[in-house]
């Protein structure tokens, strides 16, 4: 497994081009320096975090220290690439958040079956959002730590 390096890199799994671009600037307005990654699919996510296809170069995929995870994707979606992630030996403690649009119950309990670590419904407004990266960086960054593991650098 690759070396975790400060600050760490947050990946995000949005099929969506206008939330994804929607995301990164929430991010930015919320001050959040962590490079952000983005990633199309749960396939995807999935050659990004094994290091596969596109992302088979040692420097085109830094390990991530959080992945949002959108649920409702084309190809493999959310639910399939979070069960093959808490199934890996080497990802499965990776800390995941699904970040979606759904509401359903359903969905929320499906994913806590499978290990999420955090279930977010997307905030309808930008402002909701940037109110809910904020504090969401800090919990994973700033508050919760690993031994070992340097988390600095969240804000500018």
Same mark, same amino acid.
């Not at 930015?28 to 962590?34: F, G, H, L, S, W």
């Not at 499965?92 to 958040?97: G, H, I, N, R, T």
């Not at 970040?99 to 930008?126: H, M, Q, Y």
């Given at each position: 497994?690759?070396?975790?390096?400060?600050?760490?890199?947050?990946?995000?799994? &949005?099929?969506?081009?206008?939330?994804?671009?929607? $995301?990164?600037?929430?991010?930015?307005?919320?001050?959040?320096?962590? *490079?952000?990654?983005?990633?199309? &699919?749960?396939?995807?996510?999935?050659?990004?975090? !094994?290091?596969?296809?596109?992302?088979?170069?040692?420097?085109?995929?830094?390990?991530?220290?959080?992945?949002?995870?959108?649920?409702?994707?084309?190809?493999? &979606?959310?639910?399939?690439?979070?069960?093959?992630?808490?199934?890996?030996?080497?990802?499965?403690?990776?800390?995941?958040?699904?970040?979606?649009?759904?509401?359903?119950?359903?969905?929320?309990?499906?994913? !806590?079956?499978?290990?999420?670590?955090?279930? $977010?419904?997307? *905030? $309808?407004?930008?402002?909701?959002?940037?109110?809910?990266?904020?504090?969401? !960086?800090? !919990?994973?960054?700033? $508050?919760?730590?690993? *031994?070992?593991?340097?988390?600095?650098?969240?804000?500018?």
């Amino acid at each position: 497994m690759r070396e975790s390096r400060t600050p760490l890199t947050i990946l995000i799994a &949005d099929d969506d081009p206008g939330h994804r671009l929607t $995301i990164r600037q929430a991010f930015e307005e919320a001050r959040v320096i962590n *490079p952000l990654r983005f990633v199309e &699919d749960g396939e995807e996510l999935l050659e990004y975090l !094994c290091c596969r296809g596109t992302y088979a170069a040692a420097d085109s995929a830094p390990f991530p220290g959080l992945i949002l995870l959108d649920l409702k994707m084309q190809g493999t &979606d959310g639910r399939k690439a979070l069960r093959e992630i808490k199934n890996h030996p080497e990802l499965k403690d990776l800390p995941v958040v699904v970040l979606t649009a759904s509401r359903d119950e359903e969905d929320f309990l499906r994913t !806590c079956d499978l290990g999420v670590d955090l279930f $977010i419904t997307k *905030p $309808i407004t930008f402002s909701g959002l940037v109110k809910t990266v904020k504090p969401l !960086c800090q !919990c994973w960054f700033a $508050i919760v730590t690993a *031994p070992g593991v340097e988390f600095g650098g969240l804000y500018d």
